[in-house]
């Protein structure tokens, strides 16, 4: 009688569970988010992209001729507005990356300095990103200090994925910032507007699978490509049901990862 009583509820509880788990499932839809980097400047593919109505997310680097003027821009198109910090690379030139970028010689005080004036040089600013980094993305004294002032002001911080052996991730976690990790990488420096469509199919695969995904493409050298590309998936996106979105709607706040936490307080 007690097994039959038991396998009767074993069953039931299985029922529940599985028609639960469906009906989630069915209210799920995949999310994609699109971040260009390399906004600020007077390049290919920034008109185009604020011409489109690719919900996209600017990545703007600081202290260049139009950083200022193209947040403003993108924040009155209702784009969502992110930090395009220049961190030094293992190898390259240190044109590539800009005014004031953070490099490996300056002082802790002054990279935290560095970091303070980019983001309150870009009006709108909702998250950061690494333009290059290899160099510094390894480094756990300086990603302190950068993500120290990212949480400061509330801001997210996206890893672009320059190096496998990047610390972000483990300290972000421990700081309390919200972070996430680059999935596909839409273009490189020669590609053609049929390999950026290729990438974002790719992209949409993996938000397909995941749940959500993060591609980064570029505006400069190959920005028109890189828009043509872009705004030919739009349609695949809708077709396979995947949502691009702005960055912040993939990740979640310290609330989501600890509810039990937040009712305490
Ligand atoms: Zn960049």
């Known amino acids: 009688m007690m097994k039959k009583l038991l396998l009767f509820l074993f ?8 028609g639960s788990i ?13 971040i260009i980097d390399d906004f600020g400047g007077d390049v290919k593919g920034v008109d185009e992209f604020f011409e489109s109505d690719i919900p996209i997310t600017v990545a703007i680097m600081p202290f260049l001729a139009e950083s200022e ?12 507005v992110m930090l395009h910090l220049p961190l030094q690379p293992k190898k390259g030139k240190s044109s590539w990356l800009g005014p004031n970028p953070i490099t490996a010689d300056l002082p802790i005080e002054e990279i935290k300095k560095r970091v303070e004036a980019a983001i309150e ?6 998250g950061i990103n690494n333009h290059m980094g290899s160099r510094i993305v390894e480094d756990e004294d300086i990603m302190r200090a950068i993500l120290e002032v990212a949480k400061e002001h509330n801001l997210y911080f ?26 596909v990488f839409l273009d490189d420096t020669h590609s053609s507007h049929s390999h950026v469509n290729k990438q974002m199919k790719k992209l949409a695969k993996v938000a397909q699978k ?41 990740l979640k706040s310290s609330i989501d990862k600890n509810p039990d936490k937040f009712w305490q307080n």
């Open 121 to 126: 040089s870009i009006p709108h600013v909702k």
């Open 69 to 80: 003027v193209q947040a403003e821009l993108a924040h009155e198109k209702g784009l969502e």
């Open 158 to 183: 996206i890893d672009s994925g320059t190096s496998g052996n990047t610390v972000i991730p483990k300290l972000a976690e421990e700081l309390g910032v919200p972070w996430a990790m680059r999935d």
């Open 22 to 34: 469906n009906y989630a499932h069915a209210k799920e839809v995949a999310k994609a988010a699109i």
């Open 11 to 18: 069953i039931s509880a299985s029922i529940v569970s599985l």
């Open 210 to 250: 995941k749940g959500s995904a993060i591609g980064i493409g570029h505006v400069g050298i190959r920005g028109t490509e890189t828009v043509k590309g872009v705004k030919q998936s739009a349609t695949q996106f809708q077709e396979k049901q995947v949502e691009i979105v702005p960055v912040s709607h993939l």
